[in-house]
């Protein structure tokens, strides 16, 4: 008995310290940051008791370079997902496990990952640490790099204004949405990648990701983080279109055509409750006896970015490196978990049929990509283009458009009910534009190498008849010459 009222003791005294450096905080911060207070007195944070330094405290015996002193306390300004864990370590070995925590390492900085693999500094599979990155500046890296992944870069090295772009590389492009390299100095203050909440951020204590990239602080609304209009921020464009291609669909059209949308505050979505589908419902709500996931493939069967469609890859740490590798069985069983969940508002025959149909079009999509690189590859055997800069001749743009561009809108399209884009954005533009013209360029360029291959040859036959005159008209001077000087 004694125990226990010593615990509970321990516990009131606790949360009143822990109140009172709550209050603090925001008696501070009430003038500072006033949006930042207020958003976070909205929240469910601050409505169960979470505090400011439960989330932006020092963990104990954890290294983060970033955590610093700040009016008495120490904290961090970047919580990575471990200071998450702490109350949600399901949800965060979840995101851990998913290719959305690993996006800056698989998209802007793989280049720079993989040497550094390569190099022994870094494990394949493991996130950077910050002396790493300190000591080997990603961002010089990504500044000085000709690559697919920043496909500006080869016409730019092309017309010798690389090394001038002060801006090429900067967390304004592509690290927006796939994270940043954020990078401090010795006293712990940030020096390069801030701001930024890109979901594959490389934080200073080595753990990738921001739980804020769809959770945005302070609020931490579930309500927003299953509106497909958080998911749109970055899945949008003309290389990955899904918000576009959701307003298109049925789902999109029925969500959108209504003005309350409060069902998305329900503690738990149900068929019954849930009159639409957003993108967190079908890829990651626990739904018609499906379980929640923050693992945003755990239902997928395809990959649908790559050049070539093939089941899903992992582990997905190992996707930077190329050493993950497609698993037939397990893309299975995340075709099953989605077909639940289809079930929960189609019938089992419709959820069937519609998905032999998409397996038919990413297979149709494959057969194309195939025969375009092939012809891609023959064209660089014929030396009609120069692998060098792999991003800066007709072919290669063509070749990069059709599978990074219409590609992946012709599978995206299939994949949620985006018949424009499947057709007019995706197959139409990869096959009668994109690949038409680099056959009709293949087919030209050919043309013309064999003619002028053919206007050698002529040249080499007749330069002995054209020069023969030339010939013995200086042999005649040389004699004339050498007789005169006898004389």
């Excluded at 068929?271 to 379980?291: D, I, L, R, Y």
């Excluded at 992992?314 to 930077?320: D, F, G, R």
Aim: proline fraction near 6%; charged fraction near 25%.
């Amino acid at each position: 008995m004694l125990k226990k009222i010593i615990a509970i003791a321990i516990l009131v005294v606790f949360v009143a310290i822990s109140t009172a450096s709550a209050d603090q905080c925001i008696n501070c911060h009430k003038a500072v940051t006033p949006g930042i207070v207020a958003d976070y007195e909205r929240s469910k944070m601050a409505e169960n008791g979470v505090t400011c330094l439960d989330c932006h405290g020092e963990i104990e015996g954890h290294k983060d370079p970033s955590v610093k002193e700040h009016n008495g306390f120490r904290i961090t300004p970047v919580p990575s997902p471990k200071y998450c864990e702490r109350c949600h370590p399901q949800q965060v070995q979840e995101f851990l496990n998913s290719k959305h925590a690993w996006t800056a390492l698989i998209g802007p900085f793989k280049p720079w990952y993989n040497k550094m693999v390569e190099e022994g500094k870094i494990k394949a599979g493991e996130a950077p640490s910050e002396d790493v990155m300190k000591e080997n500046d990603p961002y010089k890296d990504i500044a000085s790099r000709v690559t697919p992944l920043y496909p500006a870069s080869g016409i730019m090295d092309k017309i010798g204004l690389l090394e001038e772009m002060k801006g090429y590389g900067s967390i304004l492009y592509c690290m927006e949405c796939h994270g940043t390299a954020v990078i401090v100095d010795e006293n712990g203050n940030i020096v390069k990648g801030w701001p930024n909440s890109g979901i594959g951020r490389l934080n200073p204590d080595g753990t990738p990701g921001s739980c804020t990239a769809c959770h945005t602080r302070h609020k931490f609304s579930i309500e927003e983080a299953r509106s497909p209009e958080t998911c749109g921020q970055c899945h949008l464009g003309p290389d990955h279109p899904q918000m576009e291609i959701y307003e298109e669909s049925k789902h999109g059209n029925i969500f959108f055509s209504f003005e309350n949308k409060s069902f998305l505050k329900a503690e738990k979505l149900t068929p019954e409750n849930t009159p639409a589908p957003t993108c967190a419902v079908c890829h990651m709500s626990e739904f018609n006896g499906v379980k929640s996931t923050h693992d945003v493939g755990e239902r997928l069967y395809w990959e649908l970015q790559p050049k070539i469609s093939t089941a899903q890859w992992y582990p997905s740490n190992l996707v930077p490196t190329g050493e993950a590798k497609p698993d037939e069985e397990k893309a299975k069983e995340n075709r099953e978990r989605m077909k639940q969940v289809c079930r929960g508002c189609h019938s089992p025959r419709w959820v069937d049929n519609y998905f032999t149909e998409f397996d038919a079009v990413v297979e149709d999509y494959n057969k194309i990509a195939r025969s375009a690189k092939a012809l891609l590859d023959k064209i660089y055997e014929e030396g009609l283009a120069n692998k060098s800069n792999p991003i800066d001749e007709y072919p290669e743009l063509s070749w990069y458009y059709i599978w990074h561009h219409d590609g992946r809108r012709w599978r995206m399209g299939a994949a949620m009910q985006g018949p424009d884009y499947a057709h007019w954005h995706g197959l139409f533009e990869a096959v009668g534009d994109k690949y038409l013209k680099l056959l009709n360029w293949y087919e030209t360029a050919k043309r013309i190498k064999s003619l002028e291959t053919q206007i050698g040859k002529e040249e080499t036959k007749r330069s002995p008849f054209i020069g023969l005159p030339l010939l013995i008209a200086a042999i005649v001077i040389a004699l004339t010459l050498k007789i005169k000087m006898r004389k």
